[in-house]
Nanobody, 115 residues
């Protein structure tokens, strides 16, 4: 059972930046990918960004391309999401995931962007 610990959410004004972190612990198997999804009220959960651990290939959801950057610290099984030029529509609960390949989810961290 993989445990995911998220941090870094909060309230920020439009145009500002936030950095999310997610550490994976207690994994008995290699983690193939880690990343972030988000879910806004009344909407489906959507991909934000994922990074594949074997070659650091990254995948981004359309709305965040060019503004968000995912990176990782392989030694600490931690991924980071640098979010720049935030918009009110980025407001959501952000969920970290880790794939072994069973997918595990974090508890979520709230990001609120005020206009």
């Amino acid at each position: 059972q993989v445990q995911l610990t998220e941090s870094g959410g909060g309230l920020v004004q439009a145009g500002g930046s936030l950095r999310l972190s997610c550490e994976a612990t207690r994994s008995r198997f290699s983690i193939a990918a880690m990343g972030w999804y988000r879910q806004a009220p009344g909407k489906q959960r959507e991909l934000v960004a994922t990074i594949r651990t074997r070659d650091d290939t990254t995948f981004y959801g359309g709305p965040v391309k060019g503004r968000f950057t995912i990176s990782r610290d392989s030694a600490k099984n931690t991924v980071f999401l640098q979010m720049n030029t935030l918009k009110p529509e980025d407001t959501a609960v952000y969920y970290c995931h880790a794939d072994t390949p069973t997918r595990y989810w974090g508890q979520g961290t709230q990001v609120t962007v005020s206009s």
